[in-house]
């Protein structure tokens, strides 16, 4: 898919993921969308449904993120 870049336009698309301090993936998301900001929310959003699927209670404590 072709979606716009910093500077120009790409074919790709924009992969978000929430991994643990091991690297096990707990949620996944791609979409032909550039921008990572608007996609912190869902993806925690997302981590804690597949923690409550997963039936861990525990929620996660601490998140690292950078800026796209």
Known sequence: ????????YVQGYNTQTVVTEDQIVLAAEIT???G???HLRPMLTATVHELTNAGIEEKPQVA???AG
């Open 32 to 34: 032909i969308e550039a």
């Open 64 to 66: 690292i993120a950078d």
């Open 1 to 8: 898919h072709v979606m716009k870049g910093q500077r120009h």
């Open 36 to 38: 990572d900001f608007s």
